[in-house]
């Protein structure tokens, strides 16, 4: 595949995921033929969202904007995936922690705003920190469903679950109530509505056994906006198979819902290599993987009959994405593959 490559230089030049934007109205008031939202390094979320936009002269360019979390400002860290549904885009957290442990309740959070609003002034963003419950029921879901996850050695454990636990006891933190000795440590990198309303969050990690991505669907999530919340449930856990390579591990970096009613995605290593990862310090065959552009359709059983192997979902390969280690996130628009990457510390927009 030949690639046309657009650079950006935008606040902390790390790029997650890649959203179309679609918004008229957004488009308009930037002189914009097509967008795509972003969200960038580590920081508070209301920090973090830029567009990229392709302007009516057929120039690119990356602009911030403003958004305004009201008291939740400063609060949040680490988005890492956007999704569009009923009129929002939605905003997760990675529910991770740093590279080396614990778990961060910071990354625990998601947002949404209104396209629309983005127009008109400072953006409002509405957040919900949902103090590790995504985390258990995501657990919960893995431990009950058919998956055989790939097990986190001892020293991923201390960090991620042990240490965590033992910084909330000390600060007398409600939410460690929510996490238990044999908990994975999740990292959400990928998200996408289904026709349902319900979201298909991509992990990075865990992946099963036999180093296969893992998403986990899980309902409600609109609930949590709510004045009395209703906090989200997991309904399923599903592996994609067939398109992870013989001896290496791959997680979900990106999902885009396609027109067919399938789904995209962009699948690669579980970690970064050279910043300390402890995840591959147990798992080395994790880090030096290449990006790949998959396709895969959730099971369609007959109504009220349960497939046996409705948790396994045959992947497609569209593009090994090869040599780029980094390929943060997929849009596919009027045929065309959209990438952003962060490879050598830059924001690059490659176009297929």
Not at 79 to 94: C, I, K, N, P, R
Not at 99 to 124: N, Q, Y
Not at 128 to 138: A, D, I, T
Not at 281 to 292: E, F, I, K, L, N
Request: with cysteine.
């Amino acid at each position: 595949m030949t690639l046309e490559l657009v650079e950006f230089v935008v606040g902390g030049n790390e790029a997650s995921d890649l959203l179309p934007v679609r918004s008229a109205a957004l488009l308009r008031v930037h002189g914009a033929r097509r967008g795509f939202w972003t969200v960038l390094d580590e920081g508070p979320v209301e920090q973090c969202l830029a567009l990229l936009l392709e302007l009516d002269d057929g120039g690119w360019t990356a602009r911030h904007v403003a958004p305004d979390a009201g008291v939740e400002n400063g609060r949040t860290e680490d988005g890492e995936a956007l999704a569009h549904h009923d009129g929002w885009v939605y905003v997760f957290g990675s529910h991770f922690g740093s590279k080396a442990g614990p778990l961060r309740p910071r990354r625990a959070f998601v947002a949404r705003f209104r396209e629309d609003d983005a127009a008109t002034g400072p953006l409002p963003v509405h957040v919900v920190r949902n103090r590790f419950r995504l985390h258990r029921v995501m657990n919960d879901a893995l431990v009950g469903s058919p998956l055989t996850p790939l097990p986190p050695g001892q020293r991923v454990r201390d960090r991620f679950i042990v240490e965590t636990v033992a910084r909330g006891t000390a600060r007398a933190k409600s939410w460690v109530s929510r996490l238990a000795a044999d908990d994975l440590p999740l990292n959400v990198e990928a998200a996408a509505f289904t026709p349902a309303g319900t979201v298909l969050l991509g992990l990075r990690f865990p992946v099963t056994a036999a180093g296969e991505p893992i998403l986990v669907e899980v309902a409600d999530v609109p609930g949590m906006f709510a004045v009395q919340p209703v906090w989200p449930r997991a309904l399923r856990a599903y592996a994609v198979t067939g398109v992870t390579p013989p001896g290496e591990l791959t997680g979900f970096r990106a999902i885009t819902p396609t027109a067919d009613g399938g789904y995209a995605a962009v699948i690669g290593s579980i970690d970064a290599l050279g910043k300390g990862s402890v995840l591959l310090d147990d798992h080395p065959g994790g880090g030096a993987v290449t990006s790949r552009h998959v396709r895969f359709r959730l099971a369609a059983g007959e109504a009220g009959v349960a497939a046996p192997d409705r948790h396994l979902l045959a992947g497609d390969l569209v593009a090994d994405l090869a040599p780029f280690h980094h390929v943060e996130g997929l849009a596919e628009v009027d045929g065309r593959a959209f990438y952003v990457t962060d490879e050598d510390h830059r924001v690059a927009l490659w176009v297929g």
